[in-house]
């Protein structure tokens, strides 16, 4: 059964930094890229960065990017967020998926149940 | 504002038809990228519903179903109940922003 359990989440103040992670098991890690989806209190679903299999393109959302990086280790079967310079409007609960390759772009067929990040003074 | 984009809202009596679509550009899914829908139930995280435009993942009923034609996208539901009560979102990339790219999403309301 593929599962995915996102930690890191808490309370942090504006401009500090934070590190989210996601320990997947169920699955071959090393061979499925992965994705960071994020959802602020009340609005819709916002992608904020994936990365390929082997740890390498990764790629970010405008908001996110400069401020945010993506890596994995695929030793572990762990997928992180590094997350620094936090604004307001990063608060959010933080989602990881699993993306399914067989579609252009690949579709997210697995998620966590999501660790909530609040960014407030 | 989403750079796909769909209806805040629909709503339908339980055994109704219901159907919501989804909108896109020329550098999303006028461009032919493949389009997913998600299902957010109250509380809990997405599911994935459909993916590539029109196929139901395993085990989701046949009473979902989804077409596209260009650059929109619509998902219906027939046999409305009571707990299809969620959000639904759809997601594809767009090649101008460089990522993935997902609607505002749709509220969908059983009477």
């Known amino acids: 059964e593929v599962q995915l359990l996102e930690s890191g989440g808490t309370l942090v103040q504006p401009g500090g930094s934070l590190r989210l992670s996601c320990s997947a098991s169920?699955?071959?890690?090393?061979?499925?890229?992965m994705s960071w989806v994020r959802q602020a209190p009340g609005k819709g679903l916002e992608w904020v960065s994936a990365?390929?299999?082997?740890?390498?393109?990764?790629s970010y959302a405008d908001s996110v990017k400069g401020r945010f990086t993506i890596s994995r280790d695929n030793s572990e079967s762990m997928l992180f967020l590094e997350m620094n310079s936090l604004r307001a409007e990063d608060t959010a609960v933080y989602f990881c998926?699993?993306?399914?390759?067989?579609?252009?772009?690949?579709?997210?067929?697995?998620w966590g149940q999501g660790t909530l990040v609040a960014v407030s003074s | 504002q989403s750079v796909l984009t769909q209806p805040p809202s629909v709503s339908g009596a339980p055994g109704q038809r219901v159907t919501m679509s989804c909108t896109g550009s020329?550098?999303?899914?006028?461009?032919?990228?493949?389009i997913h829908w998600y299902q957010q139930l109250p509380r809990t995280a997405p599911k994935l519903l459909i993916y590539?435009?029109?196929n139901r993942l395993s085990g989701v009923p046949d009473r979902f179903s989804a077409s596209r034609s260009g650059a929109t996208a619509s998902l219906a539901i027939t046999g409305l109940q009571t707990e299809d009560e969620a959000d639904y979102y759809c997601?594809?990339?767009?090649?101008?922003?460089?990522?993935?790219?997902f609607g505002g999403g749709t509220r969908v309301t059983v009477l």
């Open positions: 998926a699993k993306e399914n390759a067989n579609t252009n772009p690949g579709n997210l067929n697995y």
């Open positions: 169920g699955f071959t890690f090393s061979t499925y890229a």
């Open positions: 990365i390929g299999s082997s740890g390498g393109d990764p």
């Open positions: 020329a550098s999303n899914l006028g461009a032919g990228y493949n």
């Open positions: 590539g435009d029109t």
């Open positions: 997601q594809s990339y767009d090649s101008v922003l460089r990522g993935v790219v």
